[in-house]
């Protein structure tokens, strides 16, 4: 009798997992894989990218290859829902009433998109940016001289930004803290993004809330009502401000969570033969010896390896360092470790790029956060990598001057 394997989440990292067991031609598996959308995985990086720069389709986002090699080893089931699973007798229900009973489950329910609660934010002409629908329905919108408001000023929201000043719109950029990417990177990386974007035409209001959003069928414009006062017109409006981990199905199965799906190095939950991989799960990371939660696509990837060797019989841990990175404009911005466990920072300039170091209370680098070309940056970065990987505490001095640390 085949092992059955249920994979609820059909994102990056639940579909990767799929692949790769499909992959293995000679294990005796069933694989389901369970999706709320009508698409095949597909990677989420390029839907504020490519997408919405009319540059990128549905066929340049997909995780598995076109050839059917894995269609023809998993029952997809497409634009369905868990609707719960029952860690003790080990079956999944669907939203349709099917009940499917696994061996082995994979949570991959990845991240909800948070909503915008004031007036008029659930209007026509609103629009949230999570899905490849999504993007589509707001490139559809994105044409030259139009008017668009992006309510957040994190890394979406600038790359939706970006896309749109490519486009020929009219931009303006609301955030709510008193400066950009405020809870992610340093202030003088957030002001050398913020410069990037005003030099190719956005605008930005920061330290203030949009506290109504107008809209009317008339010829009159949609109009923002801000906190300190000031209205501003749009014709369309994109929130991005931030997601949350989808746990509501482990929660009402009775797992351990906390800020996410409580998952040890090897992704194992607090429940019999059940895992879990990418944004929603809280894992234990050996390098950094205590839990994270990481919402990017190494870390999707990193996790679905891990799981799909675990169910495989390969003993596997994560504990590869965290990486992310944002395209603005000609620039790149990368990070990698966890900047917010660090509590000193070192600063180096090289030619038109900046680095910042991240060292913890004992001198230990625990991130690096650089903005500037990749051909300069990305060397520095590797190299930060294996440092933290080895929990090294590098020469303040040698890191000023750019030298190498290794």
Not at 123 to 146: C, M, N, S, W
Not at 259 to 287: E, K, M, Q
Not at 365 to 377: E, N
Request: aromatic content about 6%.
């Amino acid at each position: 009798m085949s092992e059955r394997i249920v994979i609820i989440g059909a994102g990056q990292s639940g579909g990767r997992v799929a692949q790769i067991l499909a992959s293995n031609a000679d294990t005796n598996m069933s694989i389901t894989l369970i999706g709320s959308e009508p698409h095949r995985p597909y990677n989420r990086p390029p839907l504020s990218k490519g997408v919405l720069l009319g540059k990128s389709g549905l066929d340049d986002c997909l995780v598995w290859p076109q050839d059917g090699s894995v269609e023809s080893r998993v029952m997809f089931h497409a634009g369905r829902r868990a609707k719960s699973f029952d860690a003790r007798q080990q079956s999944v229900e669907l939203d349709n009433g099917t009940v499917l009973e696994y061996d082995k489950l994979v949570l991959a329910t990845g991240s909800r998109v948070r909503h915008l609660s004031v007036p008029g934010a659930g209007a026509e002409g609103v629009y949230t940016l999570r899905t490849f629908d999504d993007a589509e329905r707001i490139a559809r919108q994105f044409r030259t001289g139009k008017r668009l408001l992006v309510v957040g000023g994190g890394f979406v929201g600038l790359e939706i930004a970006a896309a749109a000043r490519a486009r020929g719109l009219e931009t303006v950029v609301v955030e709510a803290t008193h400066r950009l990417l405020s809870r992610i990177v340093p202030e003088e990386v957030g002001a050398a993004l913020a410069r990037y974007h005003e030099e190719a035409g956005v605008s930005f209001r920061v330290g203030s809330m949009v506290e109504e959003l107008v809209t009317t069928s008339s010829r009159k414009p949609n109009a923002a009502v801000l906190s300190n006062g000031e209205t501003l017109p749009y014709d369309l409006a994109v929130v991005g401000v931030g997601v949350t981990a989808d746990t509501a199905l482990a929660k009402a199965a009775g797992l351990d969570v906390q800020v996410g799906i409580r998952a040890d190095s090897s992704l194992r939950t607090s429940a019999p033969n059940v895992f879990a991989c990418g944004d929603a799960v809280s894992f234990w990371h050996p390098v950094f010896e205590r839990h994270v939660r990481v919402e990017a696509w190494h870390n999707a990837e990193d996790h679905a390896r891990v799981v799909a060797d675990q169910l495989l019989g390969r003993p596997a841990v994560c504990n590869t360092v965290p990486f992310f990175w944002s395209d603005q404009y000609d620039r790149s911005m990368q990070i990698v470790g966890i900047p917010h466990f660090g509590s000193e920072l070192v600063s180096c300039t090289l030619n038109d790029a900046k680095i910042l170091y991240h060292l913890d209370a004992y001198g230990v680098l625990v991130a690096a956060t650089a903005l500037g070309h990749d051909r300069v940056i990305g060397r520095k970065i590797s190299e930060a990598r294996r440092l933290i990987m080895r929990k090294v505490k590098p020469d303040p001095h040698l890191m000023k001057q750019g030298r190498s640390l290794l």
